[in-house]
């Protein structure tokens, strides 16, 4: 399966259920700490399209339509789990990033420099898992 850089109007979901495959989302204490991680991520050679900026608003917002989308096969699963967590999170004032990071390499600076900015969390999406890195 080829895997797709995301845009805000191309949410990737399966069963209703957020599934970016080839991407990592990473959240911080607040706004500004995303964009200033965003604009770290810029001067280490990611691309404005690699990057997605959301607000605590936006995440939240995203995160409960979703919710409220959910197939019933899908309800239970570790992945609704992870977007209830990051409606909380968001609903706590969290800023919000998702990389794209398709290989090893990218998603190793991304890592770097979620931590050098203080990231509550970092998750991978992978074709059949979700990978912790924060």
Request: a negative charge.
């Amino acid at each position: 399966m080829a895997v797709k850089r995301l845009t805000k109007a191309s949410q990737a979901v399966s069963f209703g259920v957020f599934q970016p495959v080839g991407h990592v989302i990473v959240a911080f204490d607040s706004n500004e700490e995303a964009g200033a991680a965003a604009d770290a991520l810029r001067e280490a050679g990611f691309d404005d399209e690699d990057i997605l900026f959301y607000t605590a608003r936006e995440e939240s917002h995203e995160m409960g339509r979703m919710l409220e989308g959910i197939s019933g096969a899908a309800g239970f699963g570790y992945e609704v789990g992870l977007m209830r967590q990051y409606k909380a999170l968001a609903d706590q004032g969290c800023g919000w990033l998702l990389v794209f990071a398709p290989d090893k390499e990218h998603c190793e600076r991304v890592v770097e420099i979620a931590r050098s900015h203080g990231a509550r969390l970092a998750e991978k999406y992978h074709s059949l898992a979700v990978e912790d890195l924060i």
